[in-house]
């Protein structure tokens, strides 16, 4: 598949660069509606299942105010201690939420499930009540997965990626995890849905304490998903191959310079780019002048809204070739 080189000369964000707020508070405001009808719905039918989806709504609705800190702290602009900005800082909330919020909800689904299962269910069978909150959640849960979907398709569709594997990639942490979220609340829907049923249907409750375990498992899944990606960029995620290649090119097209030897990319932050470039000069320029050209060609650089600092230096003879 032939991917698309990226123009890195804008000076002006993207479009879609103030989006990930707005899916955030798409998915609050869901979220915090089906929390409480699950409420409900679990204290009137003693569902197993519906305490579990309750306690993943209201896990997602915590979820949500981590990533709103996370948007609002990462975008502060930089300072004397802070040089190149504040946006690991996003990571840092992010990976919080799915170790504080996400761990929680699953560990109460699971407990709650095992403690039907070991000393009896309270379950009164209130199955409409159950059905009718499920089916408005998955509604509700579709919308907020929806704007999620239209976000993250935009800018795979940037990079010729599939949606899936550039929701695990992207450096926005709270698009993803809204994706994650939504993506396991519908599935979870599903599952809780099949073990009230199946509990109507065949009179076990063990169905019903299966449905909560299983919700749990597959809230701790994606827990474990989202800390391993926010830990992979809070210790240096280096840049896809399609920036690397518009970087160089990039660093080509600047006046003075000649040849570019070595380009390292590293996000700092949500679609924010630490770079590093050795550079051959055009010309023989005194050395005096050469400090001066250098910095004049990084300022130019930073002056992309997705370039947070960049540091170009003069290419040695063993230097390799371009990184692509």
Known sequence: MVRRTLDLRRSTPDPGDDQSIRTVLVALGANLGVAVAKSVASVLSGSASMVAEAAHSWADTGNQVFLLIADRRSRRPPDARHPIGHGREAYVWSLLAAVGVFVVGASVSVWHGLTDILHGTSARGGYLVAYVVLAISFVMESTSFLQAVRQLGGDARRYDRDLLEYALDTSDPTVRAVFAEDSGALIGILIAATGIALHEVTGNALWDSLGSILVGVLLGVIAVILIDRNRRFLTGEPGFPELYDAAAARIRELPDVAAVRFVRLVFVGPKQLFLVASVDLV??????????????????????PHIADAVLTIAEPDDPGAEH
């Not at 002048?289 to 992309?304: D, P, V, W």
């Open 283 to 304: 010309g023989d320029q005194p050395e005096s002048q050469i400090g001066h050209t250098l910095r004049r060609l990084e300022h130019e650089l930073t002056a992309n």
